[in-house]
Antibody, heavy 123, light 111 residues
Framework: QLQLQESGPGLVKPSETLSLTCTVS??????????WGWIRQPPGKGLEWIGS???????YSSPSLKSRVTISVDTSKNQFSLNLTPVTAADTAVYYC???????????????WGRGTLVTVSS | QSVLTQPPSASGTPGQRVTIYCSGS????????VSWYQQLPGTAPKLLIH???QRPSGVPDRFSGSKSGTSASLAISGLQSEDEADYHC????????????FGGGTKLTVL
């Protein structure tokens, strides 16, 4: 059964880099046309899409975050990663990784999610 | 400020039918499909509806989705206490070179 698990530091200092990894188990990250995405949720607020990647290195990301975001894939480890820099307190959120099964924007949705990891930006 | 607009709260009694609405514009709901997610307290979102009306395997048929113009709705019939959760709508938006957008979420309370 396909599972996704986020990992990374729970505390990051302002102006530094937030780095998270999503490990995919139960299927190969290269085995389908799926895209793999990052979504975040600030405490008490709604969801915000960060960006998505295909193992073939096609990526697309939110225009509001694009200048600070890098999403990459490590096929040897069946993982994909998020780097966000520089961070501020406004980047404090629960970060989720998820699978986009269609690899297309029509339709666009995520059918499997990780449990999420809370990242706090504070000195 | 979310691109898609949802009411912050909704409520109903057990057995009742409740509808949650999601309002957008021509660049998102008006030209792309809508998905809905259920988020139980302290857990990750779970896909309820995709492609406006399609339920993934395992989602009860008490949950149904529809879309008309630039708005969409999620209906829950036979409301149960375990349906108490946050519900989020989402769609692709063709503006700004394309972006995924979500609503702010609706907290459903079962009275």
């Amino acid at each position: 059964q396909l599972q996704l698990q986020e990992s990374g530091p729970g505390l990051v200092k302002p102006s530094e880099t937030l780095s998270l990894t999503c490990t995919v188990s139960g299927d190969s990250i290269t085995g389908s046309s799926s895209f793999w995405g990052w979504i975040r949720q600030p405490p008490g607020k709604g969801l915000e899409w960060i960006g998505s990647i295909h193992y073939g290195v096609t990526t697309y990301s939110s225009p509001s975050l694009k200048s600070r975001v890098t999403i990459s894939v490590d096929t040897s480890k069946n993982q994909f990663s998020l780097n966000l820099t520089p961070v501020t307190a406004a980047d404090t959120a629960v970060y989720y990784c998820a699978r986009d099964p269609t690899g297309d924007t029509r339709p666009w949705y995520f059918d499997l999610w990780g449990r999420g990891t809370l990242v706090t930006v504070s000195s | 400020q979310s691109v898609l607009t949802q009411p912050p709260s909704a409520s109903g009694t057990p057995g009742q039918r409740v509808t949650i609405y999601c309002s957008g514009s021509s660049s998102n709901i008006g030209s792309n499909s809508v998905s809905w997610y259920q988020q139980l307290p302290g857990t990750a979102p779970k896909l309820l509806i995709h492609s406006n009306t399609q339920r993934p395997s395992g989602v009860p048929d008490r949950f149904s989705g529809s879309k008309s113009g630039t708005s969409a709705s999620l209906a829950i019939s036979g409301l149960q206490s375990e349906d108490e959760a946050d519900y989020h709508c989402a769609s692709w938006d063709d503006s700004l070179n394309g972006r995924g957008v979500f609503g702010g979420g609706t907290k459903l309370t079962v009275l």
